[in-house]
């Protein structure tokens, strides 16, 4: 059976930690697991460390959430990578769903997600779509970070996290793992998504949106020449109306329902 590598950045998010951890070690396939702690001072390296033998605890300083994630995945010697922030959750039976696409031969999917508040309670539904390159690229689809898993060998091949990027470290990486491979959509729900008022990339939406450009710019240059002549006029004012107007909530939400709203698949 293939084997699956997830790493947890951590850093001061004590109230929803143990949780995220549980949905990961109470999955029904092997798992390694690796929780990498940047020194937190409100007692989420003590929980990590809890977990100590069913998972690989790192408490170091770092450079921030991407550089986390790097150091994470520079360990992990599973066939299929993801990670899972420490405020999500994946639901019971997510990771044998992904065992199973990755031996269908997809090494790049993600799936549909449950978008709860601090205490659980169900927000809403994001349901996800197929989406090509020119959709992500174009800004009409955001992948959910949450939901998405992707093989060691399409990663490494990518090039990998670039710790860079601060807030769009995950667009930076889907366009450029799209690049190499069509994402799939697996019509199943994988995760929870936790919308709370102390997540970092609500703070600074500007910051988000420079990255965004950044990443365009930087995979621009490897994409097709019709992909790049494909995309209408209407698509391009609609990104540029999209992110210079949008305020980021948690992982690219916010955009997502934006996009989605516009295509008729939200309320």
């Known amino acids: 059976m293939p084997k699956i590598s997830i790493v947890t950045p951590s850093y001061n ?9 549980e949905s990961v070690l109470s999955q029904d396939v092997e798992v390694e697991y690796i929780i990498v702690d940047g020194c937190s001072t409100d007692g989420s ?27 994470g995945f520079a360990l992990a010697t599973g066939d299929i990578l993801a990670w ?21 031969g997809h090494e790049f999917f993600y799936g549909h997600v449950f978008i709860v508040d601090a205490e659980d309670a169900l927000l809403r539904k994001r349901v996800a779509i197929s989406a090509t390159l020119d959709d992500l690229y174009y800004g009409r689809y ?6 998405t898993f ?5 990663y490494r091949a990518s ?5 860079a990027f601060h807030y769009a470290m995950d667009y930076d990486l889907w366009l450029r793992l799209a690049c190499l491979q ?23 939406p500007d910051l988000y949106t420079q990255e965004v450009q950044m990443a365009r710019a930087k ?36 955009i997502a329902d934006s996009i989605n709203k516009k295509r008729g698949l939200l309320p």
Not at 224 to 248: C, F, G, T
């Open 219 to 254: 995979s621009g240059g490897a994409r097709p020449e019709s992909l790049l002549k494909s995309a209408s006029h209407r698509s391009r004012l609609l990104l540029r109306k999209i992110y210079s107007n949008i305020a980021v909530s948690g992982i690219t939400t916010t």
């Open 84 to 104: 899972l922030n420490s405020d999500d959750m994946y639901l019971p039976g997510a990771l044998r769903r992904v065992v199973q696409a990755y031996e269908q």
């Open 159 to 163: 090039g990998g996290l670039d710790p």
């Open 45 to 71: 390296a003590e929980i990590a460390k809890e977990y100590e033998g069913r998972a690989r605890v790192i408490v170091e300083k770092d450079n921030g959430q991407t550089d986390a994630i790097v150091k």
């Open 142 to 147: 955001i992948i959910p970070q949450e939901a």
């Open 182 to 204: 069509q994402p799939k959509c697996l019509d199943t729900f994988l995760s929870c998504f936790r919308y709370h008022r102390n997540q970092k990339s609500s703070r600074r």
């Open 150 to 154: 992707f093989s060691q060998r399409l």
């Open 13 to 21: 998010q004590a109230p929803y930690l143990r949780r995220t951890i």
